[in-house]
């Protein structure tokens, strides 16, 4: 659901959807009182995973934990090379 955001429209967002999204702190709805838009998306087949140990500081629903993957070092085309 998109929204372009007034006061009236994020009030009614907060009445209808607070409890829904689990969001009870005032100060969450304040911060977003000058927000131009605003998105909420339903998730279905949502399913428990375990613990992933990680430090939220914020109220994001979830966050992308990209993997550190060692980047193999490339060799140059000319190490190939053998003197005859």
């Not at 659901?1 to 955001?5: A, E, I, T, V």
């Given at each position: 659901?998109?929204?372009?955001?007034t006061?009236?429209?994020?009030?009614?967002?907060?009445?209808?959807?607070a409890?829904?999204?689990?969001?009870d702190?005032?100060?969450?709805?304040?911060?977003?009182?000058h927000?131009?838009?605003?998105?909420?998306?339903?998730?279905?087949?949502?399913?428990?995973?375990?613990?992933?140990?990680?430090?939220?500081?914020?109220?994001r629903a979830w966050?992308?934990?990209q993997n550190?993957v060692?980047?193999?070092?490339?060799?140059?085309?000319?190490?190939?090379?053998?003197?005859?």
């Open positions: 659901m998109f929204y372009q955001l006061p009236a429209v994020l009030t009614d967002i907060q009445t209808t959807y409890a829904e999204l689990g969001i702190d005032p100060d969450f709805w304040s911060e977003r009182a927000a131009a838009y605003g998105t909420l998306t339903r998730v279905s087949h949502v399913r428990r995973l375990p613990p992933i140990p990680f430090v939220k500081r914020d109220q966050i992308v934990l550190r060692v980047q193999p070092q490339l060799i140059p085309a000319h190490a190939y090379t053998t003197a005859d």
